[in-house]
């Protein structure tokens, strides 16, 4: 095992298709248990990696399902354990920092919906979230303005979608991962079990394939006869530069009816996202979605108002009809895979669930991927 001398091999063990967090993450955790992996990525503008806030907060999910949320408790945990490991590697800074996050009502008619939410939260966070008041809000992020109730969690953390995965791909280099930019047109079934990937440039003779596609995996199920219930959801995102110093020790704002603020070192403060599941794979941004993030920001935190609009990112969330990762074998195909529908929440799960998918294609009974299979949506069994 080991970085490998430049030839490309004939045959491999498993091909990736699609290299955001999620594919990243799957050929990382492959090559680390010495599967001969490719990856192939189209790196679409659009892809969810790219625009990701990058808000890793278990603790304060939205999430009703006690089996989802411990999948989310499991990739915080994972986080923790993973950074330092690639940083051993010397594989580069991912952004990762343990920030803290507020959790906020600012507005009248936010207060029924902050009780609903510190009610679920005290369920699954008990003795870890804890109210605060609004001067000790105030002295951790000096801009906000006046707000009504306050819970801080200071485990929830942030990471930078983009650098998470240039870093995850750094190390898996390292270990042997081979990579072609391109487009997965077919993975290839011959009695029942994956023989090769189909490219726009090539044929790829592989055991098992893994469909990692984000919001266009269902273009790869398709032809397997499996239908990937897996939609985009646009998410516009706003950069502001501000001349506030400190950023990078500020906690992350979750208003609990309107959009979240994620500070950055050098007076970075981010502002998303839209949730349009309207739009297809339009990734355009629009007057709507800026008007709607800049004006509800600008009450949260006034002091933004004369901050300058450095970057607007656009991405397509691959969301799932019930909004749960879609993990595990594709049934029917023997050695064919899928790591996708991670919606709103792939940059904290994609790593987890990475490597239990890895698992299961390298023949490890992984039970924790069961509720998740693409299996759920099958219609029941009449008669
Ligand atoms: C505005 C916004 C804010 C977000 N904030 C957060 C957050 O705070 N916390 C959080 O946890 N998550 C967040 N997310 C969600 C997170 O970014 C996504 O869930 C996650 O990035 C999905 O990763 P992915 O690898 O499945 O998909 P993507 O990142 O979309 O990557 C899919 C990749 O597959 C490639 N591909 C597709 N089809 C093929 C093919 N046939 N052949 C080859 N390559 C192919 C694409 O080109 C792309 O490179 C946010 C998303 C957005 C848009």
């Not at 939205?62 to 690639?86: G, I, N, Q, T």
């Not at 906020?104 to 609903?116: C, K, N, P, Q, S």
């Amino acid at each position: 095992m080991g970085q490998h001398d430049g030839r490309v091999p004939d045959t491999f063990d498993v091909v990736v298709a699609g290299g955001g967090l999620v594919g990243a993450s799957v050929a990382y955790e492959l090559v680390l248990r010495g599967a001969r992996t490719l990856l192939v990525d189209r790196h679409d503008a659009a892809r969810a990696t790219d625009a990701g806030a990058g808000i890793l907060s278990a603790e304060t999910l939205a999430v009703e399902d006690d089996v989802w949320s411990a999948l989310a408790f499991s990739s915080a945990e994972h986080y923790r354990a993973l950074v330092p490991r690639l940083a051993e590697r010397g594989a580069g800074d991912p952004g990762y920092a343990e920030c803290g996050s507020l959790s906020i009502a600012f507005r009248e008619w936010d207060d029924d919906h902050f009780a609903a939410t510190a009610q679920l939260i005290a369920r699954r966070a008990a003795g870890v979230v804890e109210e605060i008041s609004e001067r000790d809000a105030r002295a951790m992020f000096p801009l906000l303005g006046p707000v009504r109730r306050v819970l801080f969690n200071p485990m929830a953390a942030r990471v930078d979608g983009r650098a998470m995965t240039r870093v995850v791909l750094h190390a898996a280099r390292d270990l042997g991962l081979y990579r072609r930019p391109g487009s997965v047109r077919a993975i290839e079934a011959a009695g029942g079990r994956v023989v090769a990937v189909a490219t726009d440039r090539e044929r790829i003779p592989c055991a098992a394939a893994v469909v990692a596609g984000g919001a266009w995996s269902p273009e790869l199920g398709a032809p397997l006869g499996v239908e990937l219930p897996v939609a985009p959801l646009r998410g516009q995102i706003v950069h502001l530069a501000t001349d506030a110093p400190g950023t990078g020790e500020w906690p992350i704002l979750q208003p609990v009816l309107s959009y979240y603020v994620v500070p950055w070192p050098e007076g970075r403060l981010v502002v998303g996202g839209t949730m349009e599941p309207d739009v297809g794979f339009d990734a355009s941004t629009t007057v709507d979605g800026l008007l709607g993030l800049l004006s509800e920001a600008v009450q949260l935190v006034p002091g933004i108002s004369g901050a300058a609009l450095r970057e607007v990112r656009v991405g397509l969330r691959p969301a799932s009809v019930d909004d749960a990762p879609i993990l595990g074998p594709l049934p029917g195909v023997d050695g064919a895979f899928v790591a996708t529908g991670h919606g709103a929440n792939g940059l904290l799960l994609g790593p987890y669930t990475g490597k239990l998918v890895a698992e299961a294609v390298l023949g490890v009974a992984v039970p924790e991927l069961e509720p998740f299979g693409v299996d759920r949506f099958a219609p029941p069994i009449s008669g």
